[in-house]
């Protein structure tokens, strides 16, 4: 259209669907409404939800023409009729479009129902809705029973694309149909039949660039597509999001902050740069689950695969989660492109991070690295030799001291800190033998360990202190239940005598004897056999008697002395200043 000719018409407004015919992605609600003017079985009120620009009100309008086209056929309009027309330009009598964000109150609804009664040029008047959760309670329920009773020549046509906030008691007087977002291979098509019917010269590979951007909103791919076509193409200088993917394979932080830097530099928004790597991301891990999840080209779906394979699927969730995290906190942050920076670093270097999924990222990370080492070892040396270093980590930052001679130097090359030439594992080193002190398992075996050299027997003190702190505790739930009433009253030798209560509490404890023989001796180092007894048997504590005084000391009565007076006091004094505040009670 030269400049001249008259203003310009925007694309969404040019190729709005004006037959059933002509609106895409939406069959099940097409072929129902053909149906039913065809047969003549048209609801009095309908409620069309769904996401914007996926044909709500289109489809209102079409219905309105079907309903008053002279020449309908077969539930199709003809389009050229003056009805048609007039309803195309807007300015039937037969059509009433009322948007709710604008008149939301209880005036505007109780003009229109007003108005509805009136009559009509045509067979049958259409009011369209737009927004109607939009409307106020008062409002709702005003359009309520003129809902429910409309006349006869009226139909109501409710659009909304929040249908859970329309009053229940609306929903139930409608007919409910859900408009659905397009696929990504039907909305490209649409794009190159608009780009070619507007004479547009827009690249193939940019009309499904601008699809993937429409998200399935057909509005919204043809705006996008309008944009593109004015700005004679798109910007190649910004780098792509696939190189944002790539800095999170190679764990190249200083890739990913220039990747932002220049993206921003050429005018980006940080928050549509995050949500960019965020469907990246979400492709690649549909791509891991199953290619057929994925409407991509096979050239782009073979890309997306690659990166999926890299970046592993724990790598993948993770910088998902983060990501939409990230844009979340960005709608209260004065400088977003902080926090995508941020984000990225965290990505890039997990070792940095210290939560639940970056362990698990890196975690995942050292297994894959293992299956490959053993895979290439198995494949042989010039297989090994041969595989691309880009499966490998990224280089570290450098040090002083070589990688090898550090510690945990092979942990650190699976989580992206080495990067060095593959070759086959070692062989596994046999594991160190446990250190001498360390308790051995009860249940391992019932055999007591072999005698440790010089360690000599405990004695009765020492078995009783380690029973009460260590030793019974170790046991099994049967063996501690049954020993726990028990004592050791003697230690001989390499036997401790265990005294129980009685004999038949004694022959239960022998079945689990050997356990606890076992426990002892994992515990002293040494074996110490039980013998079992009951306490009837158990020999009665020796009562240490004080030692007589020796035979050859003898005492002279005559060097005996005595008491100085001062210290003789009666019975009665002994009393009175052993029992303080006492008095004498004489009768």
């Not at 939560?355 to 050292?366: F, G, K, N, V, Y």
């Amino acid at each position: 259209m030269s400049p001249g000719s008259g203003p310009y018409q925007s694309l969404y407004r040019r190729f709005r669907s004006q037959r059933w015919s002509e609106l895409k992605g939406q069959d099940h609600v097409s072929q129902t409404l053909r149906n039913a003017v065809r047969e003549g079985r048209v609801a009095h009120a309908y409620l069309f939800s769904g996401p914007r620009g996926t044909g709500k009100t289109s489809s209102a309008r079409i219905l309105a023409k079907a309903l008053n086209c002279p020449n309908e056929d077969d539930g199709e309009p003809c389009g050229t009729c003056e009805s048609c027309v007039g309803i195309t330009e807007g300015r039937s009598l037969d059509v009433v479009e009322l948007d709710a964000a604008s008149n939301r109150g209880v005036d505007a609804m109780r003009e229109l129902v007003a108005r509805a009664a009136l009559g009509t040029p045509g067979r049958w008047k259409v009011y369209i809705v737009d927004e109607v959760h939009m409307l106020t309670t008062d409002a709702s329920t005003t359009l309520l029973k003129t809902l429910e009773e409309p006349p006869a020549h009226v139909v109501f046509v409710l659009a909304t694309t929040e249908p859970q906030r329309v009053l229940p008691t609306i929903r139930s007087r409608t007919q409910h149909f859900e408009f659905r977002l397009l696929p990504l291979d039907l909305l490209t098509q649409h794009l190159k039949w608009v780009a070619a019917e507007a004479g547009l010269d827009v690249p193939a590979e940019v009309v499904e660039l601008v699809a993937r951007r429409g998200k399935g909103s057909v509005r919204d791919a043809l705006s996008v597509l309008d944009q593109v076509a004015a700005a004679g193409g798109i910007d190649h200088h910004a780098p792509s999001v696939g190189e944002f993917v790539e800095a999170l394979c190679e764990r190249d932080a200083g890739r990913a902050l220039a990747a932002v830097a220049e993206r921003c530099g050429a005018g980006h928004d940080p928050r549509q740069v995050a949500t960019d790597v965020l469907e990246r991301l979400r492709q690649a891990l549909l791509v891991s689950v199953s290619p057929a999840l994925v409407g991509l080209p096979d050239e782009e779906i073979a890309a997306v695969e690659a990166e999926a394979h890299r970046l592993g699927r724990a790598a993948t969730v993770r910088a998902m989660e983060v990501l939409g995290e990230t844009l979340v906190d960005m709608r209260e942050a004065p400088d977003p492109r902080i926090l995508l920076e941020v984000a990225l670093v965290r990505l890039c270097r997990p070792e940095l991070d210290s939560s639940p999924a970056a362990l698990l990222e890196r975690i995942e990370r050292l297994e894959r690295l293992e299956r490959d080492l053993s895979s290439r070892a198995s494949m042989g040396p010039a297989a090994a030799s041969a595989a691309p270093a880009a499966a490998l980590p990224p280089p570290p930052a450098p040090a002083a001291d070589p990688p090898a001679s550090r510690p945990a130097a092979g942990a650190r090359l699976a989580l992206g800190g080495i990067r060095q030439a593959a070759k086959p594992p070692a062989a596994p080193e046999p594991p160190a033998p446990p250190p001498q002190a360390a308790p051995v398992p009860v249940a391992a075996t019932s055999r007591a360990p072999e005698p440790a050299g010089d360690v000599p027997m405990p004695s009765r003190d020492e078995l009783t202190l380690a029973w009460g702190d260590s030793v019974l505790s170790t046991l099994s739930p049967r063996a501690k239940s049954r020993f726990r009433v028990g004592r050791f009253v003697t230690s001989d030798n390499d036997v401790a005598t265990f005294a129980l209560p009685n004999a038949i509490h004694r022959d239960r404890c022998e079945e689990v004897r050997s356990e606890v023989e076992q426990a002892l001796g994992a515990h002293f180092h040494r074996p110490v056999r039980l013998r079992l007894i009951t306490e009837e048997q158990a020999p009665s504590p020796a009562v240490t008697a004080a030692p007589p005084p020796p035979d050859d000391e003898s005492i002279d009565l005559d060097d005996l002395q005595d008491a100085p007076a001062s210290e003789l006091r009666s019975p009665l004094d002994h009393v009175l200043s052993t029992f303080e505040g006492a008095t004498v009670v004489e009768e």
